[in-house]
């Protein structure tokens, strides 16, 4: 299977301790991006690469969140000290830029802060 | 980008025609409409994208009025399979990171044995 990996699936840490998930997007794609989603609500846009350049960050993105892509393959999102409102699915999701750009999402990283 | 509006919820007999109609009024002339569908526990899934009229392929037609304000993603004969979060999304998919947006509620389908 070629899609989008993400790990670890599922996270649980305590509160101050920091996390980093990883994404793996598909191989040709050069824009990869990350959001969060909280219970009943949709995913949040949080960043985006285009190749390894970060081109865009929500307000949502605090001074404890960052993100990489240092190849311009896989990325890391890491979360500094963390807090109990940190606690969602943080999702990957990868595209190829052309005309009518489609994301291809992987499945997610389930994080509890205790 | 413009904001959408859906039902929060709906529920569907298995083998009946499903429409979710989204409400877009403030759509830009270079934007494009998209559904994705997400199961629990799963990332999004791409569904169906158009601009106008109509457009079908093997999971569902999207129907699109002349004025664009609107648009109906139609799942036909749905099975239990399909109960699921649908969200429309509206954006310009030719320009950068256009999906960099907030998916919204979506609406959540339950299909009905």
């Known amino acids: 299977d070629t899609g989008v990996s993400q790990n670890p699936r599922h996270k649980i840490t305590k509160r101050g301790q920091n996390v980093t998930f990883r994404c793996d997007p598909i191989?040709?794609?050069?824009?990869l991006y990350w959001y969060r989603q909280t219970l009943g609500q949709g995913p949040e846009f949080l960043t985006y690469?285009?190749?390894?350049?970060?081109?865009?960050k929500s307000r949502l993105l605090s001074d404890r969140f960052s993100a990489e892509r240092p190849k311009g393959s896989f990325s890391t999102l890491e979360i500094q000290r963390t807090e109990q409102g940190d606690s969602a699915m943080y999702l990957c999701?990868?595209?190829?830029?052309?005309?009518?750009?489609?994301?291809?999402f992987g499945p997610g990283t389930r994080l509890l802060v205790l | 980008l413009a904001k959408t509006t859906q039902p929060i919820s709906m529920d569907s007999y298995e083998g009946q025609e499903v429409n979710i109609t989204c409400s877009h009024n403030?759509?830009?002339?270079?934007?494009?409409i998209t559904w994705y569908q997400q199961f629990p526990s799963q990332g999004p899934r791409f569904i169906i994208q158009?601009?106008?009229t109509k457009v079908t392929n093997e999971v569902a037609s999207l129907f699109i009025p002349a004025d664009r304000k609107s648009s109906t993603l139609s799942l036909p004969r749905v099975s239990l399979s399909d109960t699921a979060v649908y969200y429309c999304?509206?954006?310009?998919?030719?320009?950068?990171?256009?999906?960099?947006?907030?998916f919204g509620t979506g609406t959540k389908l339950q299909v009905i044995p």
């Open positions: 158009g601009y106008k």
């Open positions: 690469f285009q190749n390894e350049a970060q081109l865009e």
């Open positions: 999701a990868s595209s190829l830029v052309a005309q009518r750009e489609t994301q291809y």
């Open positions: 999304l509206v954006g310009d998919p030719n320009s950068g990171g256009y999906q960099k947006v907030t």
């Open positions: 191989s040709e794609h050069n824009r």
């Open positions: 403030n759509i830009a002339t270079n934007d494009y």
